[in-house]
């Protein structure tokens, strides 16, 4: 799974890398925590890319009560096409989730779990693949909501977790956007782990354990 990320880039860099207009500055964050808002890139109704704040656990279109329903930060991209949650966003509801790392903890023997931060060793910032959705209200309230798409953990995570957010690579943001393909066959070789070489484990402080600690030490490497 993934339940915490990364994401300390400049908004020019963030419009560069994933080729939109005029991105909000955004705040450097290095403990994104679930329940939070977070930035998706994502299609417009005209196709034109944007940068949107979305809140971090998806709920499904048909809850009745936003409040009570489960609210899941991550899908299983294996069956999300096939779960009620995720059947509608997975055809008209992908998107991609900016990041420059993100966390997974290695049980350790009689003690307490190691934290890593996972990042790409050739570019600080990339893309997980995610899926948004839309909740109105009967009173007109609107909740926009996201999840991260997981798969197999390759063979840099396997050591760490089983699980991993499926990464998207530059190539191929534009064919996981396509709001014309919906189909997630369309789109199953992308769900997949990313090679071995694309990601380095770097261990860091069991400070990030805390989701109110949101500070540079999250990402400083042990000694």
Same mark, same amino acid.
């Given at each position: 799974?993934?339940?915490?990320?990364?994401?300390?880039?400049?908004?020019?860099?963030?419009?560069?890398?994933?080729?939109?207009?005029?991105?909000?500055?955004?705040?450097?964050?290095?403990?994104?925590?679930?329940?939070?808002?977070?930035?998706?890139?994502?299609?417009?109704?005209?196709?034109?890319?944007?940068?949107?704040?979305?809140?971090?656990?998806?709920?499904?279109?048909?809850?009745?009560?936003? +409040?009570?329903?489960?609210?899941?930060?991550?899908?299983?991209?294996?069956?999300?096409?096939?779960?009620?949650?995720?059947?509608?966003?997975?055809?008209?509801?992908?998107?991609?989730?900016?990041?420059?790392?993100?966390?997974?903890?290695?049980?350790?023997?009689?003690?307490? +779990?190691?934290?890593?931060?996972?990042?790409?060793?050739?570019?600080?910032?990339?893309?997980?693949?995610?899926?948004?959705?839309?909740?109105?209200?009967?009173?007109?309230?609107?909740?926009?909501?996201?999840?991260?798409?997981?798969?197999?953990?390759?063979?840099?995570? +396997?050591?760490?977790?089983?699980?991993?957010?499926?990464?998207?690579?530059?190539?191929?943001?534009?064919?996981?956007?396509?709001?014309?393909?919906?189909?997630?066959?369309?789109?199953?070789?992308?769900?997949?782990?990313?090679?071995?070489?694309?990601?380095?484990?770097?261990?860091?402080?069991?400070?990030?354990?805390?989701?109110?600690?949101?500070?540079p030490a999250c990402v400083e490497p042990l000694e």
């Open positions: 799974m993934c339940g915490r990320f990364t994401l300390n880039s400049s908004s020019e860099a963030l419009a560069a890398d994933f080729d939109l207009g005029d991105v909000a500055e955004l705040e450097p964050r290095f403990n994104i925590a679930p329940s939070q808002d977070i930035a998706v890139v994502r299609c417009d109704e005209a196709g034109r890319r944007e940068c949107a704040q979305l809140r971090w656990g998806l709920i499904a279109r048909w809850s009745k009560d936003p +409040k009570k329903a489960r609210a899941p930060i991550n899908a299983r991209s294996e069956t999300a096409a096939e779960k009620p949650t995720f059947r509608s966003a997975m055809a008209k509801g992908r998107c991609l989730i900016p990041t420059t790392g993100f966390y997974e903890w290695q049980a350790q023997q009689g003690g307490p +779990k190691q934290p890593y931060l996972l990042r790409m060793r050739d570019r600080p910032l990339f893309a997980m693949a995610g899926l948004h959705e839309l909740w109105k209200g009967e009173g007109g309230e609107v909740i926009e909501s996201t999840a991260i798409l997981t798969t197999d953990a390759n063979g840099t995570l +396997k050591p760490i977790h089983d699980r991993m957010p499926v990464i998207i690579g530059p190539g191929d943001y534009a064919r996981w956007l396509d709001p014309e393909t919906q189909e997630a066959a369309d789109v199953a070789d992308l769900m997949v782990p990313c090679p071995d070489d694309w990601l380095e484990a770097i261990p860091v402080s069991t400070k990030v354990n805390n989701p109110r600690f949101d500070e």
